[in-house]
Nanobody, 124 residues
Framework: QLQACGGGLVQAGGSLRLSCRAS????????LGWFRQARGKERLFVAA????????SYAESVKGRFTISRDKAENTMYLQMNSLQPEDTAVYFC???????????????????WGQGTQVTVSS
């Protein structure tokens, strides 16, 4: 199970940190990622991190502003979001892939477990 939290309402230029706690898994076996879906639009890739944490990828739209990380002791993945803009408004989903090699995965079909989503709203 994946449980995402940390969303909320923030003004443009502000920051939020999303968390995604994994339970029922061996955390180090999971490749992890964040996706987001704005209202009426398709779900898009945001960031991904490999099992070891050594391989990371970001969507161009969030590079330099968002940071993905993972904490084995807490069985949790994080997404630190800085310099938020109204176009970052979306429901953010965390995703996990089991049984993979140590790589990052950037497409939805790569993942076989999904969290419930957390709403991020950025006001202008």
């Amino acid at each position: 199970q994946l449980q995402a939290c940390g969303g909320g309402l923030v003004q443009a230029g502000g920051s939020l940190r999303l968390s995604c706690r994994a339970s029922g898994f061996t955390f180090s076996d999971l490749a992890l990622g964040w996706f987001r879906q704005a209202r009426g639009k398709e779900r898009l890739f945001v960031a991904a991190i490999s099992r070891s944490g050594r391989a990371i990828s970001y969507a161009e739209s969030v590079k330099g502003r968002f940071t993905i990380s993972r904490d084995k002791a807490e069985n949790t993945m994080y997404l630190q979001m800085n310099s938020l803009q109204p176009e970052d408004t979306a429901v953010y989903f965390c995703a996990a892939r089991t049984g993979s090699w140590d790589a990052k995965f950037t497409t939805q079909g790569d993942y076989n477990y999904w969290g419930q989503g957390t709403q991020v709203t950025v006001s202008s």
